[in-house]
């Protein structure tokens, strides 16, 4: 029999990726440095208010140049920094971890011309180690707050005297005053290793919590729309019971003629198979709900479960060429399963043969922990900015596929405990590969 073309697949849906100037974690990273941005700049509208109170009280300019210079140099970065908010580039960690850096190296100086540790506002380093600790991971917040502790430490011993805060190094009161200085970087080690450690934690919490929560609504609308397409299909189902049973009886009248053509009886003879496949996917579907309700489920061996879902897959895509292959030999693992996964597995081989891919290649392995079903494709690859947002739930009708099949192939695998990988070969074409766990019994 001659090779007839694939059907061309007329409709289906796509994953729409986020775009990058909408996506929410390059939002929240721009909120953060200009929230940092807010705070610094409050910061050094506290040291522009000491340097005029020295100017107005006691109306002389020594020693204000060192400090005068800092705060205009870091004025100058934070500027820069706010013309670097209107940009769209996302703000990395270590962009974010290099800002607090500065704010620790800036804030050093200005201490070392302002008295050093004498100066009250030396508790500013608090502030950028509490918001690496919210924002930050754990490393790089331990980095910041080894920063601030050797910067506070060394001031303790290097500074320039200033008249405004550090008037005992000129009337006598080192050693009390000492003390106190003293008492206050013990009091910056206790805070720092606290908020250290139990914010890093609770932050870190946070985050987990939110993850947890957006996978939850994630899931909670993929159901929705599983849930949609189940009642559709099954509506759908009903209504071509009739048609098909017209359309078979129509076929055997055709076959029975014997005015057909060769050529003729073999498309009828074609169409008769297609048309019984349709049917028995409909009593497939109408079991598959029964053992549902039932709890219950099919068992095969794994190759023989390949194989059964590849030959039944092949009958309705007569146009495409395929090879199976397995690596392992020996006692294979047996599936528990219902046909839910058998059409999660032809939702890949759909994908594969819709690629443009002369030659699909489907191998299957496994181990100690997990059985293995690899579809191979020849085709265009799979376009890197939807790789990510294969198999969530943002539907919309497009033509390229890629869309409601791989989604319902990943809820149906998630069920089971197992997982569907998708990756572009080297060379060319895309593998996706289906994952279950060996120990794999009734979905749940």
């Known amino acids: 029999m001659a090779r007839r073309p694939r059907p061309v697949p007329l409709y289906n849906a796509q994953v729409i990726p986020f775009t990058s100037s909408s996506h929410p974690a390059q939002a929240l990273s721009l909120n953060n440095l200009r929230s940092l941005l807010f705070i610094r700049s409050i910061a050094l509208l506290g040291q522009i208010g000491v340097l005029a109170y020295v100017l107005l009280v006691n109306r002389t300019t020594e020693s204000l140049f060192g400090m005068g210079a800092s705060v205009l140099i870091l004025g100058l970065f934070t500027m820069a920094s706010l013309w670097r908010c209107t940009r769209p580039w996302p703000v990395s960690d270590g962009e974010f971890l290099t800002q607090l850096l500065i704010d620790v190296l800036a804030w050093t100086s200005l201490m070392y011309f302002s008295g050093g540790a004498n100066n009250p506002f030396v508790s500013y380093y608090i502030v950028p180690l509490v918001i690496s600790a919210a924002v930050l991971p754990w490393r790089h917040t331990w980095l910041v707050a080894g920063a601030s502790l050797l910067a506070y430490s060394t001031l303790l011993y290097y500074y320039r005297p200033f008249p405004l805060f550090t008037p005992h190094s000129q009337m006598g009161h080192g050693q009390g005053a000492n003390i106190h200085i003293l008492g206050m970087w013990f009091n910056f080690l206790f805070s720092a290793g606290l908020i250290t450690y139990f914010v890093v934690r609770m932050a870190g919490m946070l985050r987990r919590q939110e993850a947890i929560a957006v996978k939850q609504r994630e899931d909670q609308l993929r159901n929705d729309q599983i849930m949609a397409v189940a009642s559709l299909a099954a509506g759908t189902a009903h209504e071509l019971g009739t048609p098909l049973s017209t359309m078979a009886v129509l076929v055997e009248e055709m076959l029975a003629s014997e005015d057909l053509s060769p050529q003729s009886r073999e498309d009828c003879e074609l169409l008769q198979q297609q048309v019984q496949q349709c049917k028995a996917t409909l009593t497939d579907l109408g079991n598959t709900a029964e053992l549902t309700s039932l709890e219950r489920s099919l068992q095969s061996p794994l190759g023989e479960f390949v194989q059964q879902s590849v030959d039944r897959w092949a009958v309705r895509r007569p146009g ?39 030659t699909i290649e489907i191998s299957y392995d496994w181990d100690e922990r997990e059985m293995k079903i690899a579809i191979r494709d020849y085709g265009g690859g799979i376009p890197i900015d939807q790789l990510e947002q294969i198999g969530k739930p943002v539907i919309h009708a497009s033509r390229s596929g890629l869309g409601i099949g791989l989604l319902l192939s990943h809820a149906t695998v998630e069920r089971y405990g197992g997982r569907i990988e998708l990756i572009n070969a080297k060379d060319s074409g895309a593998i996706a590969t289906l994952f279950l766990p060996r120990s794999m019994g009734e979905p749940t």
């Open 320 to 358: 495409v060429s395929y090879r199976t292959s397995s690596s392992n030999v020996g006692a294979e693992p047996v599936l528990d399963f219902d046909s839910t996964l058998v059409q999660a597995l032809e939702n890949l081989l759909n994908n594969a043969a819709d690629s443009g891919s002369d």
